[in-house]
Every structure is written in structure tokens, then in C-alpha cells.
């Protein structure tokens, strides 16, 4: 049996206890956002994962070397805290996702530190919350992160993401939304950064139950799957290597005339 992937939830946990949102994030989320994503990992994924969370007031923002050490996946949901994320943190959690850690950078994750260095650009965009209605299209039904999703997934309320979105060209551009003022959003978006995969996806704000939809906890539990090492990975970044030129003999590599 294959090991079960090792899964760390990163939330910044600040709108579950601000005076402002505590009321509304105790209705939505009583365990948190970073607790509800959690949640929907465990039940559709079962035992190939073991999840734990992690938040910016825990010591090391709860990503020590320890937990850095034994996570496969982050997934990391931020907004109003970005400034506060430690750089040497975020140094660590970088230097992981080029050894081969999967990253899964959630709504206003965009403006992350950590996203923002993988992704070397300002990672803006434009916005509107006035609980828009969002529809999530699958415009690459082979890729596995979109797997057992309905085409679209209807979001009843959601804050409105929209171009331009000031990101690197993805890899693989896997979902696009559109919201009831025409916007449209390249709202589901993967690249590889070192031996690492990241998936950037941007349904999910702190004061709509986002997290709780099944087809996004299904698009959640797919990238998973997808962001998890490939196998033998040792998590250390692809080193610099001085070779020596090949020879050729008569046309060929020396090695194979030998």
C-alpha cells in the first residue's frame, strides 16, 4: 500500500477571531477556513492522506522544520496578513517546493509571499465583492484536477476575481470563471517551479461558505492528488552541476564507442 500523502492546511486565521468578521466566520466556518478545508480532505480522500493545519500565530506560523519536513502538500490560504508571514518562513516553504513539495495557493493566496516569489511577478488583479454569482468552467476535462467536477461549478456568492491577472503564463490553464458583470478570471492555473508542482485556485473568501461546496472540496482533493512528489522525491532542489564536455569519436559519444 502506498504511503498516505502528507497534507499541511495553511490559514492565516485572523477573520475567525477579528472583531469585525468573528460573528459571521463562527457561522460559516466554526473551525476555521483552514479547518473546513481540512475537513473536506479527510472525508473524500480518507486514508491515502493524513492532514493537519497550521496558522500564522502558532510559533514558525506552525511551518516548523519538523512540519516542513513531513509535509508532501501546503495548501495556504492568506489576506489580510501577508506582511506579517515571516520571510525566513517563507524562505523554507520555497526551498521545500523546489525539493518537490506541492503547493496549493487559494484566493487571496495571490498576494502571498510565497506565491508571489514562485510565481516572480506582482500577482495582481482587479476585484469586486458584491456576492457575484460564479461559474467555474473546466477548459481541460482531461486534466486530473478537474476530474468529477460539473461543468460549470455554480458558486451562488462569491467575491468577483477578474483580469487582468498579473501572473506567468500557467503550464496548464484548467479552469476559467465567469461572473455577472462579464468578467471573466483564470481562476484555476498550474505551473512547475523546481521539482515542485503548484496549483493556484481562486474560489474561496472568508465571508461566503466557499469551502463547504463539494465540487470545490472535489477540485481540492483532486489537486491533492495531483500536487503530491513524485515518487523517490529527496526534496532537495536541483543542484548546480559543472560538467565536463562529452567527447565523440568518429560522430559518436566516447562512452558508446567504448
Request: charged fraction near 20%; aromatic fraction near 10%.
Amino acid at each position: 500500500m502506498n504511503s498516505p500523502i502528507r497534507v499541511t492546511v495553511w490559514g492565516e486565521n485572523f477573520h475567525e477571531h477579528s472583531e469585525r468578521d468573528q460573528a459571521g466566520m463562527a457561522e460559516r466556518y466554526p473551525d476555521g477556513m483552514h479547518g473546513a478545508i481540512a475537513s473536506g480532505l479527510r472525508s473524500l480522500l480518507g486514508d491515502q492522506v493524513e492532514v493537519r493545519t497550521a496558522t500564522l500565530d502558532q510559533p514558525e506560523h506552525g511551518l516548523t522544520e519538523e512540519v516542513l519536513g513531513s509535509t508532501d502538500v501546503l495548501t495556504w490560504w492568506g489576506h489580510a496578513r501577508h506582511a506579517d508571514v515571516d520571510d525566513a518562513v517563507v524562505a523554507k516553504v520555497h526551498e521545500r517546493v523546489l525539493g518537490g513539495m506541492g503547493l496549493l495557493a487559494l484566493h487571496s493566496a495571490h498576494f502571498s509571499k510565497i506565491f508571489k516569489r514562485l510565481m516572480g511577478t506582482g500577482c495582481t488583479l482587479a476585484w469586486r465583492n458584491s456576492a457575484d454569482t460564479e461559474l467555474v468552467w473546466n477548459v481541460s476535462p482531461s486534466h486530473p484536477i478537474s476530474q468529477g467536477v460539473p461543468q460549470p461549478i455554480v458558486i451562488p456568492e462569491q467575491e468577483m476575481y477578474g483580469e487582468f491577472f498579473d501572473i506567468p503564463a500557467p503550464d496548464e490553464q484548467v479552469f476559467l470563471s465567469t461572473f455577472s458583470g462579464g468578467e471573466v478570471f483564470r481562476s484555476g492555473c498550474t505551473w512547475r517551479r523546481g521539482l515542485g508542482k503548484v496549483f493556484y485556485f481562486s474560489p474561496g473568501d472568508q465571508e461566503y461558505p466557499v469551502y463547504h461546496h463539494p465540487d470545490i472540496q472535489r477540485v481540492l482533493a483532486n489537486a491533492v492528488l495531483w500536487a503530491r512528489p513524485d515518487e523517490g522525491t529527496d526534496f532537495a532542489p536541483p543542484p548546480v552541476v559543472n560538467m565536463a564536455p562529452p567527447m565523440f569519436v568518429g560522430g559518436k559519444l566516447a562512452e558508446d564507442v567504448a
